[in-house]
């Protein structure tokens, strides 16, 4: 069984025919993305990075997490 193939043009990333150059209007977004990246990181970068964490990791375990919070105090006001 003989089958053919259609020829189309492929998709590629590379710029043969041109230099692969960065144009202003991409440098001047890139640098506007390092400015905003370097301010992020100020006073309270760590705590951020702290409640990040932690959200990330009680999210996908939420109701495992209320019900682990609710025994806890529920203890504590029984030894109170």
Same mark, same amino acid.
């Given at each position: 069984?003989? =089958?053919?193939?259609?020829?189309? =043009?492929?998709?590629?990333?590379?710029? +043969?025919?041109?230099?692969?150059?960065? =144009?202003?209007?991409?440098? =001047? #977004?890139?640098?506007?993305? %390092?400015?905003?990246?370097?301010? #992020?990181?100020?006073?309270? %970068? #760590?705590?951020?990075?702290?409640?990040?964490?932690?959200?990330? %990791?009680?999210?996908?375990?939420?109701?495992? #997490?209320?019900?682990?919070?609710?025994? +806890? +105090?529920?203890?504590?006001?029984?030894?109170?």
């Amino acid at each position: 069984m003989n =089958s053919q193939r259609t020829l189309s =043009s492929r998709w590629s990333t590379a710029s +043969i025919p041109d230099a692969a150059d960065t =144009s202003p209007m991409e440098l =001047s #977004s890139l640098s506007g993305h %390092f400015h905003v990246c370097q301010d #992020s990181k100020g006073r309270w %970068f #760590s705590l951020h990075c702290l409640a990040e964490a932690a959200h990330g %990791f009680v999210a996908p375990r939420f109701v495992t #997490s209320l019900v682990t919070v609710t025994m +806890i +105090i529920g203890i504590a006001s029984l030894a109170l």
